[in-house]
């Protein structure tokens, strides 16, 4: 890991060599863990947090607090399993290429959204049809 500590891909070296996937893979495993500590954190505050207020107004904004919580943890549950689909695809080195058309999925989108499963274009064509739909 110390040896990623400075390192940044570049579009002048080889697309997803060793040193690329384990950039993705340590960023990954961190954001994970990250995740991972913000939901102990979260259960602990729940936890403590069990307190049944005696006025209706504070128990109400307690309830709407504790509801917004836990859909937001259900959100970052549902990235875990999208953090770990990413961390198996660099397991069978499939990492970085868009699922629709095999080309390589940009660093820079990979660096801001290291989930990515589609390139920009691809991505952009998916929500254009989503919409489509959407509108009908």
């Given amino acids: 890991m110390e040896k990623l500590k ?34 102990k954190v979260t259960l602990q505050t729940l936890q403590e947090e069990n307190v049944n207020h005696p006025d209706l107004a504070d128990r109400a904004s307690s309830e709407t607090d504790r509801a917004i919580e836990l859909r937001a943890r ?9 953090i770990d689909a990413a961390l198996q695809r660099i397991e069978d080195n499939s990492y970085g290429y868009c699922e629709e058309t095999g080309e390589p999925i940009s660093l820079k989108r990979l660096e801001a959204r290291p989930i990515a499963t589609l390139s920009v274009e691809a991505q952009e064509r998916h929500e254009k049809r989503e919409k489509v739909y959407r509108d009908e």
């Fill in 74 to 82: 259900d959100r970052q549950r549902k990235l875990i399993s999208k």
């Fill in 6 to 39: 400075n390192y940044r891909p570049t579009e002048k070296e080889p697309f997803m060599n060793d040193r690329q996937r384990d950039y993705f893979r340590a960023k990954l495993l961190a954001w994970k863990d990250e995740i991972l500590r913000e939901s």
